[in-house]
């Protein structure tokens, strides 16, 4: 496509997209474009007969035929209003989540905040963003995750409040949190090769398994949270669709009483864990 116009570089990229199997190939033909340029979607709408080099395009256009997320070709990702960097180490941030960060913005203001999984760091640092008393800290077992999430903490001027390590769950840590958060590994392990290949072929497994039943990360997490959580402190954790009972009784035997918080779909998508009444040990 070297040498052709924006209008000529869009149909073509369009096609190319579609054929794919790609939904939206006119909208992701036009992101592709404009990173490929450095302009915004909006700019390429200006003059479409300007004559441009697409040689990047090309590639960028390749990678997103076979299935690589726009977010991992673009390098960043929107949430709660702030953008993430992103990469395969890390799950994209989805809208979905931000039912866990409007659960916990419900909840009293906490003074310390643990994000186990913190993957990119969004769920924290969009709490942090909201509650600037609040320090954090994100623990995620890979260290490529846990450097990145640092790095977002840095770009959007929370780095002097948030701290990241890499641990094994809450394994590593002494002290109590007046709120924990996480987007655990959810999916039952068997249902993994049957997502679609944007998130089955390029984003962490360890990120996405659960175990055979897809409930093994909620068993590890509310096993850990009588050390972890102060007396009045709050966990708040994303759900799969239809857990929300199961996960629900894992926190009773465990002495916590559960609330849900839903999704913009009305998907009971946050799952909220208090300490049941009577003397806490």
């Known amino acids: 496509m070297d040498g052709t116009t924006v209008e000529q570089a869009l149909r073509e990229g369009s096609a190319v997209l579609r054929a794919a199997g790609i939904e939206g190939p006119v909208r992701e033909a036009r992101m592709l474009l404009g990173h490929a340029l450095g302009c915004s979607a909006t700019d390429l709408l200006r003059d479409r007969s300007v004559t441009v080099d697409t040689g990047r395009f090309e590639a960028l256009l390749a990678r997103r035929a076979g299935h690589e997320p726009m977010a991992f070709i673009l390098g960043v990702q929107g949430f709660w209003s702030l953008d993430f960097l992103v990469s395969p180490a890390t799950l994209i941030p989805r809208a979905d989540s931000e039912a866990i960060v409007e659960a916990a913005l419900a909840l009293p203001p906490p003074d ?37 999430a640092r790095t977002n903490a840095v770009r959007l001027g929370l780095g002097g409040r948030a701290a990241f390590c890499c641990g094994d769950w809450a394994a590593a840590l002494r002290g109590r949190f007046d709120l924990v958060v996480s987007n655990p590994p959810y999916i039952e392990a068997s249902v993994i090769g049957t997502l679609m290949p944007e998130v089955a072929a390029h984003e962490p497994r360890r990120a996405l398994d659960g175990g055979i039943d897809g409930l093994d990360a909620y068993r590890a997490i509310v096993a850990s949270l009588p050390g972890l959580l102060t007396p009045s402190g709050a966990a708040v954790l994303e759900l799969g669709i239809g857990q929300g ?35 806490q040990k």
């Open 245 to 279: 009972a199961a996960v629900a009784s894992i926190a009773a035997a465990a002495g916590f009483v559960a609330s849900f918080h839903p999704d913009l779909s009305g998907v009971d998508r946050a799952i909220v864990l208090r300490h049941a009444p009577g003397p």
């Open 112 to 148: 310390r905040v643990l994000d186990l999984g913190t993957g990119t760091g969004c769920l924290l640092l969009a709490i942090l963003h909201e509650r600037p008393a609040a320090f954090g800290i994100g623990i995620d077992l890979a260290p490529d995750a846990a450097g990145l």
